[in-house]
């Protein structure tokens, strides 16, 4: 049984199915650039990096690789008008998270939200699906200088509520995840339902990989 002092959880493709919106907006702005619209299939293996790399992919229609900056410099802004109207309306928890959370938080882990989104859709998406209240600190892409696979934004949580990274757990869906908390000195649990660029998660070598944050109930003692 793993016993950290807190934990941190992942939003996208962890706790929530944001894609829908994603590839929504992805699709609009694709549509008023005259540029071919690229599908929600594409867009879940693009996910996971901010919303900047995202509309880059977009661009360019695959994961690497960089689009004509001037195209870009129109896309981008489109984009944030898009999601900023479409941030949650097509997305959904995932099933499992509700009674997994309360379980941690019946536990007594002090808990945390760390992802690469934007704040300004991260607070309104976590708002509606009825989750800001679970977390004590919200770290998003544009909190800190630099966001996941670096170590920071999970270091940045650990202090605010004064765990060592060895009493650290993180769970989130993607190699970044994985990177960010190995980098960090945390545990890391992952999700096999989440985004990961089209790659099993199991490849990266998490500590635990779990279907459902119901399972964790079965891998966490009380905390410390
Ligand atoms: O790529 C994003 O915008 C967010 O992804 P994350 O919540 O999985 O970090
Ligand atoms: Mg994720």
């Given amino acids: 049984m793993l016993r950290p002092k807190m934990i941190l959880l992942d939003l996208d493709g962890t706790l929530v199915d944001s894609v829908p919106?994603?590839?929504?907006?992805?699709?609009?702005?694709?549509?008023?650039?005259?540029?071919p619209v690229r599908g929600e299939a594409a867009v879940r293996n693009w996910v996971g990096n901010g919303i900047e790399r995202l509309v880059r992919r977009a661009l360019v229609g695959q994961l690497d690789g960089e689009p004509d900056e001037l195209d870009y410099q129109r896309a981008y802004?489109?984009?944030?008008?898009?999601?900023?109207?479409?941030?949650?309306?097509?997305?959904a928890v995932y099933p499992g998270v509700r009674e997994g959370i309360d379980f941690l938080k019946a536990a007594g882990y002090p808990l945390g939200c760390v992802t690469n989104k934007?704040?300004?859709?991260?607070?309104?998406?976590?708002?509606?699906?009825?989750?800001?209240?679970?977390?004590?600190?919200?770290?998003?892409?544009?909190?800190?200088?630099?966001?996941?696979?670096?170590?920071l934004p999970l270091l940045h949580a650990a202090g605010h509520f004064g765990a060592a990274p060895e009493d650290s757990l993180m769970v989130g869906d993607s190699i970044s995840d994985v990177k960010a908390a190995r980098a960090a000195g945390f545990g890391i649990i992952c999700t096999s339902y989440g985004y990961n660029h089209g790659q099993d998660i199991r490849d990266s070598n998490p500590d635990a990989?779990?279907?459902?944050?119901?399972?964790?109930?079965?891998?966490?003692?009380?905390?410390?």
């Fill in 77 to 91: 802004p489109i984009f944030l008008e898009l999601y900023a109207e479409n941030t949650y309306g097509r997305s």
């Fill in 118 to 151: 934007a704040r300004c859709f991260t607070e309104p998406l976590l708002e509606h699906l009825g989750l800001l209240d679970d977390f004590g600190i919200l770290v998003c892409g544009d909190t800190l200088p630099r966001k996941k696979p670096d170590p």
């Fill in 21 to 35: 919106d994603l590839a929504y907006c992805v699709d609009a702005m694709m549509a008023r650039l005259g540029l």
């Fill in 209 to 224: 990989v779990i279907d459902s944050l119901s399972e964790l109930q079965g891998l966490l003692a009380p905390a410390a």
